[in-house]
């Protein structure tokens, strides 16, 4: 609040929407990556394109990958370097203004996409994050996890709000071009490199939203 009055939030419009790149880094996803690009391809972004980036699979990705290669369809291969060393790979070849990564078993509703982008009309905004859900638990284990994501859903809102949210989930998660470009790609040594960029998101004094309403679903650990 300032002198008691909220703060307008601010939107881009339809006609205000910049270009976007979605970057999926596979390893051995032979029997997801079909599913995800075929999910983020039925987007209703107006302008956007997808770049999956094989990361030394020794099973089928590649090749299944390829097979959708065409239109805004770009397909690389690289020796194995891990999820950052994938992730900076597409930054690279990126043409976009906003860059969106996503797992290779991720799947996105049709409206997500442009729901998350329109926070970037905030120039102080650097990233936005989903809403990230369990995608069809099974067993007591995934179930666990979805009561989980549904009480991390409240939380992070609530963390926004404060502008303080500390991760930027890896499975679907969208930020300024600009921010890599100034700040550099991702520590491809981390382990947990979406919790490492939200840090240094906030440490550069920038900030991270999150769209509630733009659901994503990730496939969780069976055992």
Not at 83 to 97: D, E, M, W
Not at 119 to 136: G, L, R, T, W
Not at 182 to 191: A, F, K, P, Q, S
């Amino acid at each position: 609040f300032i002198a008691g009055i909220k703060k307008e939030r601010l939107f881009y419009t339809d006609k205000e929407l910049p270009r976007v790149s979605v970057i999926i880094p596979a390893y051995n996803e032979e029997e997801t990556i079909a599913k995800t690009i075929r999910s983020i391809s039925k987007s209703d972004y107006p302008d956007f394109e997808i770049i999956v980036v094989d990361d030394g699979s020794t099973d089928r990705t590649f090749e299944i990958a390829r097979k959708f290669e065409g239109g805004r369809i770009r397909v690389f291969h690289k020796k194995n370097g891990g999820k950052g060393s994938a992730l900076n790979f597409g930054i690279k070849k990126a043409r976009g203004k906003i860059i969106f990564t996503m797992d290779a078993d991720t799947i996105v509703d049709g409206k997500s996409m442009k729901k998350m982008v329109r926070f970037f009309k905030d120039e102080q905004i650097m990233s936005v994050s989903p809403a990230i859900i369990i995608d069809k638990p099974k067993n007591i284990l995934q179930r666990v996890q979805y009561i989980e994501y549904l009480l991390g859903l409240f939380l992070r809102k609530a963390f926004a709000s404060l502008k303080s949210i500390f991760i930027t989930p890896g499975a679907f998660s969208a930020y300024r071009k600009s921010f890599f470009d100034r700040y550099g790609g991702y520590d491809e040594g981390n382990v947990t490199e979406d919790l490492e960029m939200a840090l240094r998101i906030q440490s550069k004094g920038y900030y991270t939203e999150m769209c509630p309403d733009a659901p994503a679903y990730t496939t969780a650990p069976a055992t």
